[in-house]
């Protein structure tokens, strides 16, 4: 599949979409600009894949709504050089989205399938994370912690303690928090032992499940 100026066209058009719809931060809309999404689904989706949707990407997972995406990567506040630890690499668009904001990804996938598709597609793009990993995001990187920022792209049932021990003083961790629906929560962490809790409405997450698969 090829990126053409038809893509580019589709791209800047949901950008402003995704302004319409309240995303302010313009490295985040630069980002969206930028990522070819069509490459990161089935060619059968290809036509689909500017519409600000999510749709399924094998192993029974989605990748997730571009207004999700930049929703949870502006919460961030990714600044050049942060390092932030992804859990939930899925398609890698929102990792891409991530790379091409400057930051140096770290990002955990517990589909085998899904990890290896993207060990393969992102350098194909030109898009290098510092680390993919298969495993249990329930663990986080303990080995590469701590991080600046912290996001979980599926629905968890509760704030993995492990992701919070791995957060620098000052960070934020994004994650979508409940079983059938999720609220979107930002965790900044105020010092060694307390976390500031912020709510933003609610979402919809495949599980953020345990193990490996
Ligand atoms: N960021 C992805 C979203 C994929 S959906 C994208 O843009 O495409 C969420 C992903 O989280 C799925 O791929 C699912 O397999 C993964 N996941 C679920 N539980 C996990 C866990 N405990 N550790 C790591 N990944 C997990």
């Given amino acids: ?15 402003a979409v995704l302004e319409q719809k309240g995303i302010t931060n313009k490295n985040v809309l630069e980002a969206i600009k930028k990522i070819p999404r069509h490459l990161f689904l089935n060619s059968g989706f290809e036509d689909y894949a500017y519409q600000d949707k999510a749709f399924p990407i094998g192993a029974g997972q989605t990748i997730s709504q571009p207004y999700t995406v930049a929703f949870q990567s502006q919460l961030l506040e990714v600044k050049k050089d942060h390092k932030i630890l992804e859990i939930g690499t ?20 517990r589909q085998n399938e899904l990890f290896k598709q993207t060990t393969v597609l992102l350098p194909k793009l030109g898009i290098r994370p510092k680390h993919l990993s298969f495993g249990d995001g329930y663990k986080g990187l303990p080995n590469h912690a701590p991080f600046d920022s912290i996001i979980v792209t ?19 961790l994004v994650i979508p928090l409940g079983e059938e629906q999720q609220i979107m929560t930002l965790l ?19 599980p953020l499940l345990e193990n490996k698969n």
């Fill in 188 to 206: 900044i962490r105020k010092n060694e032992t307390q976390f500031e809790k912020h709510e933003f409405g609610e979402f919809r997450f495949v």
């Fill in 154 to 172: 599926a629905g968890a049932p509760m704030i993995p303690k492990p992701l919070m021990a791995q957060l620098k003083v000052g960070g934020r």
């Fill in 1 to 15: 599949m090829k990126d053409t100026a038809k893509h580019q066209g589709l791209r800047n058009q949901l950008a």
């Fill in 90 to 109: 899925g398609s890698g668009y929102q990792t891409a989205v991530l790379c091409a904001m400057g930051a140096k990804v770290y990002s955990v996938e």
